[in-house]
């Protein structure tokens, strides 16, 4: 097989296992918020609220992370064979499809899962004050979109000034759960 055939084959499989992975990944998150909201107190479904968008920060950090990391530390590290340095250095060779996985993947999963966390808040305070308020449902989606939008963008600073660390924790908890070994 020539090497011009082998790019778009491996790209179109990367398409088709990321989109299979998205659907996967968005249904085992919904039906996990779903169980949980279901009975929920107003204090547990912010809590869940405040773990998606915490995530979806989290995972955004890390994937500004690995299109910026230097890999020069890390392959020092691999060579005094330190935890998680075999696990950057395949972070950092894969910076596109790790950068699309937690940017695109999980952390626009987690927008929607957040979405839909704050619509069920809101249905149950507007039952809560028999009010079908306009005004509390744009409160609430601004509120949530200001804090996430804003910890994104703290968060890709944080990302931008310390790139080896972040991607060096995010290695050593891939080596912990053993994430993307050969």
Not at 45 to 74: R, S
Not at 77 to 98: D, P, T, V
Not at 101 to 108: A, P
Not at 129 to 134: A, E, G, L
Request: hydrophobic letters at 55%.
């Amino acid at each position: 097989m020539k090497k011009e055939e082998a790019k778009p084959r491996s790209f179109r499989r990367w398409v088709v296992q990321i989109f299979a992975t998205s659907i996967a990944l968005s249904a085992l998150l919904s039906f996990a918020s779903g169980v949980v909201l279901e009975d929920a107190g107003y204090a547990l479904a912010v809590l869940v609220l405040i773990l998606f968008v915490l995530l979806g920060i989290a995972f955004d950090i890390v994937g500004v992370a690995v299109t910026a990391a230097d890999p020069k530390p890390f392959h020092s590290m691999a060579a005094h064979r330190e935890r998680g340095a075999a696990e950057a250095l395949f972070l950092l060779k894969n910076s596109e499809k790790a950068a699309s996985f937690c940017n695109d993947v999980v952390g626009d999963i987690c927008g929607i899962v957040s979405g839909s966390t704050a619509a069920v808040i809101v249905l149950r305070l507007q039952n809560s004050f028999n009010s079908q308020s306009i005004l509390l449902s744009i409160a609430v989606t601004a509120l949530i979109s200001g804090v996430t939008i804003g910890g994104k963008a703290i968060g890709k600073k944080l990302a931008m000034d310390r790139s080896t660390q972040v991607v060096f924790f995010a290695a050593k908890l891939m080596h912990a759960l053993r994430i993307g070994r050969k």
